[in-house]
């Protein structure tokens, strides 16, 4: 049987400071720099974050949307309306909402933010999840960020969705809790992985750290990347577990799939 207890690491209790040093690093360069296209790297006015025709290629969320998932409708549509999806087999959380669909156009962009140390990104990224996600943050009392496990942000050397978490508290004024969850057990890489196969690869990955935190609270879970939602799920079922009242998830791209669509052998929505 694996064991879920995690031994002290050095400079454990550091990490969410050297996070903000990190960050706030990047802004005050991203201030002496010119200012680069988020995507491709072309220069762009002061304060933009897209190019003309990055932003024109990235595919942005706009009503109509499902009201649970946030998927959005291909047609118009009255307002609490669901997808079929959700109405097959409703999410854990009560709400979820993206900036934008992953796909190719957008890969990039966030690969470079996820993956290349380009985490002055996070600033321009937080305005445009706090615009997506109007309804959600209004509505929130704590923002937590999916957590990574300690293996992987020592290699990677920062968690992405941290990142996101305080810049959207930032900008909105809502309390960032970035140690409200962590994860106790590493999972395999879910790329190639069916929704069943998810589910099950994170099952038991998370812990509640700050219980105090959440209590009571209705909480506003922020992630990188929402595919077929098992991650956020699980983080779901211990912040619910831990005294939650409310858990919605906020995130900067969304998967969207036709409900029949076929990922690694297995509906994403089965």
């Given at each position: ?8 690491r050095p400079l454990d209790?550091l990490?969410?400071?050297l996070?903000?040093v990190?960050a ?9 720099l010119?200012?680069r296209c988020?995507?491709?790297g072309a ?11 990055c932003w024109?290629s ?5 009503p109509?949307?499902c009201?649970?998932?946030g ?9 609490g309306l ?13 709400r979820?909402r993206?900036?934008f669909?992953?796909d ?14 380009r ?8 305005r445009w ?9 209004a ?9 990574l496990?300690?293996?992987r942000l020592?290699?990677r050397?920062?968690n992405?969705?941290?990142?996101l978490?305080?810049?959207v508290?930032q900008?909105s ?8 969850l ?7 890489s879910?790329?190639t992985?069916?929704r069943g196969q ?13 219980p105090?935190?959440?209590?009571g609270c209705r ?5 990188d990347v929402?595919?077929s939602?098992?991650t ?6 211990v ?6 009242a ?12 036709a ?7 297995e509906?994403?929505?089965?």
């Amino acid at each position: 049987m694996e064991n879920d207890a995690t031994p002290a690491r050095p400079l454990d209790a550091l990490r969410p400071g050297l996070d903000l040093v990190r960050a706030a690093a990047g802004i005050a360069l991203d201030a002496l720099l010119p200012e680069r296209c988020l995507r491709c790297g072309a220069l762009v006015g002061k304060g933009g974050a897209l190019c003309a025709a990055c932003w024109d290629s990235v595919g942005f969320i706009s009503p109509p949307l499902c009201d649970r998932c946030g998927s959005p409708f291909d047609i118009g549509a009255g307002e609490g309306l669901l997808c079929a999806a959700c109405i097959a087999r409703p999410p854990e959380y009560d709400r979820a909402r993206a900036v934008f669909r992953y796909d190719d156009a957008s890969r990039r962009l966030v690969l470079r933010f996820k993956h290349a140390d380009r985490t002055g990104a996070a600033r321009h990224f937080a305005r445009w999840m706090v615009r997506a996600g109007a309804d959600l943050l209004a509505d929130a009392d704590v923002i937590a960020p999916v957590p990574l496990h300690w293996w992987r942000l020592w290699r990677r050397r920062y968690n992405q969705a941290a990142m996101l978490g305080m810049a959207v508290a930032q900008t909105s004024g809502r309390p960032c809790v970035p140690d409200a969850l962590i994860r106790v057990r590493a999972t395999p890489s879910q790329g190639t992985m069916g929704r069943g196969q998810r589910r099950r690869n994170v099952r038991g990955a998370f812990r509640l750290a700050r219980p105090a935190a959440v209590e009571g609270c209705r909480i506003l879970l922020i992630d990188d990347v929402l595919t077929s939602g098992a991650t956020a799920e699980e983080c779901v079922r211990v912040l619910r577990k831990g005294g939650a009242a409310a858990v919605d998830v906020l995130a900067l791209a969304r998967v969207v799939l036709a409900p029949d669509y076929e990922y690694g052998g297995e509906s994403l929505y089965s």
